[in-house]
């Protein structure tokens, strides 16, 4: 049973276009963590969000913990084809707890 | 300054074979993470370290798995009679402290193994 679901799997979409992308568990999180990964390479971190109903914005990234901890979603304004990568989120259940990561939501954004 | 790097790159072995990884952590960051990342998977932990000893390793697979940072900066993981079912990216990854709130985890590029 996967600790946290990433939906879509998958998402192509044209230069420009919105895009959210979810995070969901039936867990409380102390804290979760975004992350991008490109191929051939490790993932780096977006941000952390740690107060229930948190946000934060990146640029043209928007990230949302949800109000009972259990959720986040990450919303791209006017993507870019640089935006194209594998979108990880990755939840503490406590602050001194393992990362646990989800599957991810691979992203690719065309010319 | 230099980040998280991992040797080699690209590991090809056969099944039965022993394989060490390495990973060479930021410098001064205590804790030093190993993960593995399937195809189509996020990473998955396997063993962190605080200092010189492995402080959860709750992660490892099975007893054919074993990780050693001796001196508190490099670590190698160690694979024993491998399987095909090891095929991965195994990831290393270091921060300051383990914190989740504050210390951010800085990944290495991963070395692909792949046992044939």
């Known amino acids: 049973t996967q600790l946290l679901e990433q939906s879509p799997q998958f998402l192509s979409i044209q230069e420009g276009e919105n895009l959210t992308v979810y995070c969901n568990s039936s867990?409380?999180?102390?804290?979760l963590q975004w992350y991008r990964q490109e191929p051939g390479e490790g993932p780096v971190l977006l941000v952390t969000?740690?107060?229930?109903?948190e946000v934060k914005k990146l640029k043209r990234l928007t990230f949302q913990f949800g109000d009972a901890r259990k959720d986040s979603s990450l919303h791209i304004t006017a993507a870019q084809p640089g935006d194209t990568g594998l979108y990880l989120c990755a939840g503490a259940l406590t602050g001194y707890s393992t990362l646990t990561f989800g599957k991810g939501t691979m992203l690719l954004v065309s010319p | 300054g230099a980040g998280v790097s991992q040797t080699p790159s690209n590991k090809v072995t056969e099944k039965g074979k022993y394989v060490e990884l390495r990973c060479d952590p930021i410098s001064g960051h205590t804790a030093l993470y190993w993960y593995r990342q399937s195809l189509g998977q996020g990473p998955e932990f396997l063993i962190y370290?605080?200092?010189?000893?492995?402080?959860?390793d709750s992660g490892l697979p099975n007893d054919r798995f074993f990780a050693v940072r001796p001196e508190g900066s490099v670590s190698t993981l160690k694979i024993q009679r491998t399987e095909r079912g090891d095929s991965a990216m195994y990831l290393c990854a270091s921060s300051l402290g383990r914190d989740s709130f504050t210390d951010t985890q800085y990944f290495g590029p991963g070395t692909r193994l792949t046992v044939l």
């Open positions: 969000v740690v107060t229930g109903g």
């Open positions: 867990s409380v999180f102390s804290s």
């Open positions: 370290f605080q200092g010189t000893g492995a402080a959860d």
